[in-house]
């Protein structure tokens, strides 16, 4: 039997024409038959791809061989199939979405917090003087997230910087962040210290490292991820399941994306109320025209969203 590998990366390094090198770089990916999602900005490279092992490997070593990408720490898990459906390659304006674009104010290619290894984040987690600060969205914390951990009442990452006056009461205390592969700790360490708190550190390599190199202890839950599978075990230690279904309250660690594709909530569901909402979030996306069949599993290859509307379908007011 075949075996797959799903590879998990970021890297901030310039690059000059980011735009050609996407498309370039989709090609790339193309030949070698890996699936998955890319995207290039100037400031560098956040990708998941998934394929053979031996695809996956070519694709590692082509991308260190460039000077720019050298240091990239890709995140390798063995998968039973590939976990995307397509290939895409995407040009834009930041690797991952803040509005935090100003160079002088943030730029993490030369100033973040201090990067912890998962051993160092595990001694420092729980000492008396350190908070520890989920970064990510409502639904990645709710499904998983560390013991005790700070999270935001945040949709997106973008609304990460609003949230700064909020976490002001915690300045006299050391703060670790931490996210899924360490790409938004990159920015929000850098905004946190620009915003005058005196020691940021982040988690080296995400909570897809620290399970690797840990065994996950006291991360509770499991971790959302952004292809096929939608989440992943991290914990091996002392694993719990912390998140309910949206539906009717039952614990259950199953997350799925709602099968109307004009909302695509993620949310977690168990499979009595999966069976009989028919993947959906709510009766409205039940009944909408353009919901998808539900196999099980809650992954669909995205769909474009219809210009001028919200995620629930309904038309905008300007």
């Not at 897809?208 to 989440?231: M, N, P, Q, T, W």
Request: hydrophobic share 30%.
């Amino acid at each position: 039997m075949e075996k797959y590998n799903t590879l998990l990366y970021y890297c901030y390094s310039t690059i000059a024409d980011a735009e050609q090198f996407a498309a370039d770089h989709l090609k790339f990916c193309k030949s070698l038959g890996l699936t998955g999602r890319i995207i290039v900005a100037e400031e560098g490279l956040n990708g998941t791809v998934s394929g053979t092992a031996e695809a996956c490997k070519q694709y590692i070593d082509t991308v260190h061989a460039d000077p720019r990408f050298a240091g990239i720490d890709f995140k390798v898990d063995e998968v039973d199939t590939p976990s995307f459906v397509k290939m895409h390659v995407r040009y834009k304006s930041e690797i991952v979405h803040s509005g935090l674009r100003n160079p002088e104010i943030i730029d993490p290619k030369s100033k973040t917090g201090k990067h912890l290894n998962p051993k160092e984040f595990m001694e420092m987690k729980d000492r008396d003087d350190v908070v520890v600060l989920d970064v990510r969205s409502n639904y990645e914390h709710n499904l998983g997230k560390f013991k005790n951990a700070i999270t935001l009442d945040i949709e997106n990452f973008r609304d990460f910087p609003a949230m700064i006056n909020e976490l002001a009461q915690y300045k006299d205390k050391k703060i670790l962040t931490y996210c899924t592969g360490g790409i938004k700790c990159e920015k929000a360490s850098a905004l946190l210290l620009h915003e005058g708190f005196p020691e940021v550190y982040q988690l080296h390599g995400g909570i897809i490292k620290y399970g690797k190199e840990a065994g996950g202890k006291d991360f509770e839950g499991k971790c959302y991820v952004f292809d096929g599978r939608l989440s992943v075990d991290v914990n091996s230690v002392n694993p719990v399941v912390i998140s309910k279904c949206f539906n009717c309250g039952t614990v259950t660690d199953k997350m799925i994306n709602c099968a109307n594709p004009e909302c695509n909530e993620h949310f977690t569901q168990c499979d009595n109320c999966g069976e009989a909402m028919e993947g959906c979030c709510s009766d409205a996306c039940k009944t909408h025209p353009r919901k998808r069949v539900y196999d099980g599993t809650g992954y669909y290859v995205k769909v474009p969203q219809p210009i001028n509307t919200d995620k629930k379908g309904l038309k905008l007011q300007y």
